[in-house]
Structures are given as structure tokens and as C-alpha cells.
């Protein structure tokens, strides 16, 4: 394809975006600098070749999902974000004292806000944390509630039924097992060896004490779960160019749409539903960008739009999003362990 018909559709994609409207080939003379019968003879071939459309014989013409697979590939270009608009994103998400769930949700709901479409979050963060405290608190008669938080902010509670009572030596001597076994242990790392090994290591205490181990082995594996979070459905009911029955099953099934999001390794990536047989929403686009912990892909963020949307302006308030998790996540790993050398030094 020539350098002409690539600013033809680059213009004809802009032009679109914009108004929602078919364009004509006067619409984009300004920026083209050809003649309207030139143009419109170039957009007759980009027709030809699968890039364009034309909805009637007497309107102009819409970009396909092959123009706009083109546009998002090969002639998008983005501006840089101004500090006006840097301060604006930072203004949206917590820059302190929140946990990670607390960063990446607020991310994902601002960018919800700004896009005027949904977002998905894929969130790989819990099973990347640590161990922070774990108690187990007497409720009743052979009942005990184990409370688990971990470095990501996520807390969890089980009650657990016993066979017997414990002491208060037995509770003592857990207490203890505990916080010299687990706690400031990766999430990931608990397996079924290591619990073996807790179990052993307990001694003549196992029989008593061993069911609260493994109701802590199960807490740590939930949280370590991928989860999937949906924000700004609603956005899309007011969009006039995605269907609202497709949407409704959208709803009913968000985790199935989320599951794109794992596939998504490293970096920025556009999806459109003609790619995937499986979008609940057709003439659709998914746009995802991963962000990191500790220099390990932690999770993705997803926006999901019709196709007709400004890649231009959104994908960098996504990526820009993306990084800032991943420096805010970095900072509250940081400072944790400053917090631990100086508990240490004194």
C-alpha cells in the first residue's frame, strides 16, 4: 500500500473516531492535500481491499476491522501525556498508605471514568506477597477463627471447628510456630511439601493442632488465586455503537471475558472481537497492559470499548496507569523492608 492510501486511511480512521459519522472524501482534503476525486478514488481501492466500507452508496465510508487492525498497528501515533495531565492521572489513584488492591483498583476505576468504557483488571498481586500476620482467635466451644493478611493488603478469615479445646499453652506454642514458619513467606511458595513439613514439625503437638495448619495452607491458596475485577460495566450501555444484549451477557459472564487478560504477557496489546470467537461483544476492542512487582509481571489491565474508540488518547492514560502501578507496588516493597531492616537495627 502506498504512502497516500496510509494517510487516506489514517485520516479516514481519525475523522471517524471523532465524529461517528461516514466520512467523505471533502472531510479530510485538509489534511490528505489531494484532490476530492483523487481521494475518493483512493478510498474506493482501500474499499476494494477490505480496509474501508461504505454503509450506503450515498454516504461516506467507515473503517473495518482490518482498518482499524492497520491503523492500531502501523499509523497510530500518540502524544506524550503533559504534566497537566500527569497530575490530573496521579490525582486519581492513592500515592500512599494504600495497599496494592487499593492501588490497582482505584487505577482501574479512574481509567473506567475517563474512557467512558469498562475496564478488567487481571490481578496476579496476592500470590506475589508475603505472609504478614496470622492469629487464631478462641469463638467458642471448640471454634477458632484464623485471620490471614498478607504484604498485598489482603485479609482473610475461616472459621475452623476442632475436636478439641486448645490451652492456652497450645495457643501460645502455635502463636510462636507461626510467626517463626510462616509469616514472611511468599504466598507462592506455600506447597503441600511444606506443609508436610509444618505438620511434622509440630511434634506432639500435630493431632491437636495440624487441622489449623492445613485451613491455613487453603487460606494462603485462595488468596494466591488470580483474581478478575470488572469496573465501569454500566459505560457501555450508553454507547450507541455496541449491542445491549451483548453487553447483558457480558455482565453474566465477566470472568470468561477476563480470561483474555491472561494470555496477555508483557506489554501493551490491542484484541478485536473479529479475532475471537469467543467475545461476548461483538465490534469490540480489548486494550491491556501488564504492570509488575518486584520485576515480575503481576497483573493486566484491560479496557474494553467498541472499536470505534480514541486509541490515541487512551492508550497512553493505560500505560501510563500501568507504570505508576508498578512504581507504586515497587515503592511499598521497598518500604516494607526498610520498615524490617530498621525493626531489625533495633
Same mark, same amino acid.
Given at each position: 500500500?502506498? /504512502?497516500?492510501?496510509?494517510?487516506?486511511?489514517?485520516?479516514?480512521?481519525?475523522?471517524?473516531?471523532?465524529?461517528?459519522?461516514?466520512?467523505?472524501?471533502?472531510?479530510?482534503?485538509?489534511?490528505?492535500?489531494?484532490?476530492?476525486?483523487?481521494?475518493?478514488?483512493?478510498?474506493?481501492?482501500?474499499?476494494?481491499?477490505?480496509?474501508?466500507?461504505?454503509?450506503?452508496?450515498?454516504?461516506?465510508?467507515?473503517?473495518?476491522?482490518?482498518?482499524?487492525?492497520?491503523?492500531?498497528?502501523?499509523?497510530?501515533?500518540?502524544?506524550?501525556?503533559?504534566?497537566?495531565?500527569?497530575?490530573?492521572?496521579?490525582?486519581?489513584?492513592?500515592?500512599?498508605?494504600?495497599?496494592?488492591?487499593?492501588?490497582?483498583?482505584?487505577?482501574?476505576?479512574?481509567?473506567?471514568?475517563?474512557?467512558?468504557?469498562?475496564?478488567? !483488571?487481571?490481578?496476579?498481586?496476592?500470590? +506475589?506477597?508475603?505472609?504478614?500476620?496470622?492469629?487464631? !482467635?478462641?469463638?467458642?466451644?471448640?471454634?477458632?477463627?484464623?485471620?490471614?493478611?498478607?504484604?498485598?493488603?489482603?485479609?482473610?478469615?475461616?472459621?475452623?471447628?476442632?475436636?478439641?479445646?486448645?490451652?492456652?499453652?497450645?495457643?501460645?506454642?502455635?502463636?510462636? +510456630?507461626?510467626?517463626?514458619?510462616?509469616?514472611?513467606?511468599?504466598?507462592?511458595?506455600?506447597?503441600?511439601?511444606?506443609?508436610?513439613?509444618?505438620?511434622?514439625?509440630?511434634?506432639?503437638?500435630?493431632?491437636?493442632?495440624?487441622?489449623?495448619?492445613?485451613?491455613?495452607?487453603?487460606?494462603?491458596?485462595?488468596?494466591?488465586?488470580?483474581?478478575?475485577?470488572?469496573?465501569?460495566?454500566?459505560?457501555?450501555?450508553?454507547?450507541?455503537? !455496541?449491542?445491549?444484549?451483548?453487553?447483558?451477557?457480558?455482565? /453474566?459472564?465477566?470472568?470468561?471475558?477476563?480470561?483474555?487478560?491472561?494470555?496477555?504477557?508483557?506489554?501493551?496489546?490491542?484484541?478485536?472481537?473479529?479475532?475471537? /470467537?469467543?467475545?461476548?461483544?461483538?465490534?469490540?476492542?480489548?486494550?491491556?497492559?501488564?504492570?509488575?512487582?518486584?520485576?515480575?509481571?503481576?497483573?493486566?489491565?484491560?479496557?474494553?470499548?467498541?472499536?470505534?474508540?480514541?486509541?490515541?488518547?487512551?492508550?497512553?492514560?493505560?500505560?501510563?496507569?500501568?507504570?505508576?502501578?508498578?512504581?507504586?507496588?515497587?515503592?511499598?516493597?521497598?518500604?516494607?523492608?526498610?520498615?524490617?531492616?530498621?525493626?531489625?537495627?533495633?
Amino acid at each position: 500500500m502506498d /504512502d497516500r492510501k496510509l494517510r487516506i486511511l489514517t485520516a479516514v480512521v481519525d475523522e471517524y473516531i471523532m465524529t461517528g459519522e461516514p466520512v467523505g472524501s471533502k472531510a479530510i482534503m485538509g489534511v490528505v492535500k489531494a484532490s476530492s476525486a483523487t481521494i475518493r478514488n483512493e478510498m474506493a481501492e482501500l474499499e476494494k481491499q477490505g480496509y474501508l466500507e461504505q454503509p450506503h452508496t450515498s454516504a461516506g465510508r467507515v473503517p473495518t476491522y482490518l482498518g482499524y487492525r492497520l491503523y492500531v498497528d502501523q499509523l497510530l501515533k500518540t502524544d506524550p501525556l503533559s504534566d497537566d495531565e500527569k497530575e490530573m492521572l496521579n490525582s486519581m489513584i492513592p500515592q500512599t498508605g494504600a495497599t496494592d488492591d487499593e492501588i490497582i483498583k482505584d487505577a482501574s476505576l479512574a481509567l473506567a471514568q475517563l474512557t467512558q468504557c469498562a475496564t478488567v !483488571v487481571a490481578n496476579a498481586t496476592p500470590k +506475589f506477597s508475603v505472609i504478614s500476620r496470622v492469629e487464631v !482467635v478462641p469463638t467458642g466451644k471448640r471454634m477458632y477463627v484464623i485471620l490471614m493478611i498478607t504484604s498485598s493488603g489482603a485479609i482473610k478469615n475461616k472459621v475452623c471447628r476442632l475436636e478439641f479445646d486448645l490451652t492456652h499453652e497450645q495457643l501460645d506454642f502455635f502463636s510462636q +510456630f507461626i510467626r517463626e514458619n510462616l509469616e514472611g513467606v511468599e504466598v507462592e511458595a506455600l506447597s503441600d511439601e511444606l506443609l508436610q513439613r509444618l505438620e511434622t514439625a509440630l511434634g506432639t503437638y500435630m493431632t491437636v493442632l495440624s487441622p489449623l495448619v492445613s485451613e491455613i495452607m487453603k487460606m494462603s491458596r485462595e488468596i494466591g488465586h488470580e483474581e478478575y475485577s470488572v469496573s465501569g460495566e454500566m459505560n457501555l450501555l450508553a454507547r450507541p455503537d !455496541v449491542d445491549r444484549s451483548e453487553i447483558m451477557t457480558f455482565l /453474566d459472564n465477566k470472568k470468561e471475558f477476563a480470561d483474555f487478560l491472561g494470555t496477555s504477557f508483557g506489554g501493551l496489546h490491542v484484541m478485536f472481537s473479529h479475532e475471537k /470467537d469467543s467475545f461476548v461483544i461483538s465490534n469490540s476492542s480489548l486494550i491491556t497492559s501488564s504492570f509488575s512487582k518486584d520485576g515480575r509481571q503481576a497483573g493486566t489491565l484491560g479496557l474494553i470499548g467498541p472499536m470505534r474508540i480514541d486509541y490515541a488518547k487512551y492508550i497512553p492514560y493505560l500505560e501510563y496507569f500501568t507504570n505508576k502501578i508498578t512504581q507504586l507496588l515497587s515503592e511499598d516493597t521497598d518500604d516494607t523492608e526498610d520498615s524490617d531492616d530498621s525493626d531489625k537495627e533495633q
